[in-house]
């Protein structure tokens, strides 16, 4: 029977997608669930998959295709055998044909059969091969499989010899130059962030904060909460979250955004952290953080963190958001001028920490110090708000007790 198989529904936000890659091609086997198609979008890559055993029976989008929402992309044949139609003169294949066409719906190696998908994903990711555990139809390894495996760090591949030949022979003296399309996710982050450079009036505003009350916090209790929650980490990012969602109420023009010449304020707290990914920068939003836990935070932005890497970030995930924080610090970053993730009028940027020496109560002391940026859109926030915004989060910082006790 034959199916239509067509593009996402995508939101009212996501004008269209691109076919990125075709996993399957026309009369190659199918299982119900296995990927036939990625499509990404301005947000994010969406994954198409088979709704029945069978075989694609024709592409009607090719790679690199524009889609719309819900448009027909290919014809799936439910059912079918999953091998490529022989010309009538050679519809009689001989009996050794027949385990040969079996055998290029898997792979083996040495004792391991794998589908194609499944040697693709564990070869991206450098596992060794023998050390998978294979939980399909005889023993055979799938991409979940794989997955798992990534998840949890086994199967890593020992270390290629230093003195392994390299992928490419560059001449001395050769300038290389290779050309290729910059991504649609790229387009629009870039679009976007020069948008807000072009439209807002923006502003940034310093300040540093000593950062051994929450370290001192977090060494004292770390293993308990770890223990108490389930295996969940007390991070750094959960004090800056709860930390932003207390200054926010105490300042409503910074939870706030412009809607052509209307302010629209908010009366709940999302806010987004930034996240790096392979494909780029995303932006999940954590929902109500005024309401969550520190355990809820860690958990939230460790799920969009691996959900991120992994590439199942749904659109829903990035949409909406009233406050944006993002942490150079983990790349090394001492000091850095974050731009607005429009229509937001604020955002928050967290450094790398660093020792320093700071006068205490007229001593000098060496302090586990951090910079603090917030840009913010001049349009909206007067600069008295601004720094006094960023000097309620770093008092809330440097007295943790204060985000409990809301004062």
Do not use: C
């Not at 499944?118 to 055979?140: S, W």
């Not at 977090?218 to 295996?231: L, P, T, V």
């Amino acid at each position: 029977m034959a199916t239509e198989i067509k593009a996402p529904v995508f939101p009212e936000s996501v004008a269209d997608g691109t076919i990125v890659n075709w996993a399957k091609q026309p009369g190659e086997a199918v299982a119900r669930d296995e990927l036939l198609v990625e499509i990404e979008t301005d947000k994010v890559v969406l994954e198409v998959v088979a709704p029945a055993d069978g075989a694609l029976k024709e592409i009607i989008k090719d790679v690199d295709s524009t889609v719309l929402s819900d448009e027909l992309i290919a014809i799936f044949e439910e059912g079918a055998a999953g091998t490529t139609a022989a010309p009538a003169a050679e519809a009689a294949p001989s009996a050794a044909a027949a385990p040969a066409a079996a055998e290029e719906e898997t792979v083996q190696v040495g004792d391991k059969i794998l589908s194609p998908a499944a040697r693709k994903l564990a070869d991206e990711n450098n596992l060794d091969i023998a050390k998978l555990n294979g939980t399909g139809k005889g023993g055979r390894v799938t991409k979940e499989d794989v997955l798992k495996a990534v998840q949890s760090g086994a199967a890593k591949a020992a270390p290629a010899a230093a003195a392994a030949a390299p992928a490419v022979n560059v001449v001395a003296g050769e300038r290389v130059e290779k050309r290729v399309p910059m991504s649609r996710m790229r387009q629009t982050i870039a679009k976007r962030l020069v948008d807000a450079q072009q439209t807002a009036a923006m502003l940034t505003t310093y300040n540093e904060v000593d950062m051994k009350p929450v370290m001192e916090l977090r060494k004292k209790y770390k293993d308990m909460f770890e223990k108490k929650h389930n295996g969940t980490r007390l991070g750094f990012m959960s004090f800056f979250v709860k930390a932003a969602s207390e200054a926010l109420k105490r300042f409503p023009d910074v939870n706030a955004s412009i809607d052509g010449t209307d302010i629209v304020y908010h009366g709940y707290y999302d806010i987004g952290v930034a996240v790096s990914t392979d494909r780029g920068l995303v932006v999940p939003i954590l929902r109500d953080t005024d309401t969550m836990s520190l355990a809820d935070v860690e958990s939230g932005i460790g799920e969009f963190a691996k959900r991120g890497r992994e590439g199942k970030l749904g659109i829903a995930d990035m949409t909406g958001g009233t406050f944006t924080i993002t942490n150079g610090g983990v790349f090394g970053s001492l000091l850095s001028t974050p731009i607005l993730n429009a229509p937001q009028t604020a955002i928050l940027g967290m450094h790398k920490i660093q020792e320093r020496p700071v006068a205490i109560n007229g001593q000098v002391e060496i302090r586990p110090m951090m910079y603090l940026a917030l840009s913010y859109d001049h349009r909206m926030i007067d600069g008295k708000d601004a720094v006094q915004f960023l000097v309620t989060i770093k008092e809330l910082l440097e007295d943790p007790a204060r985000i409990l006790l809301e004062i």
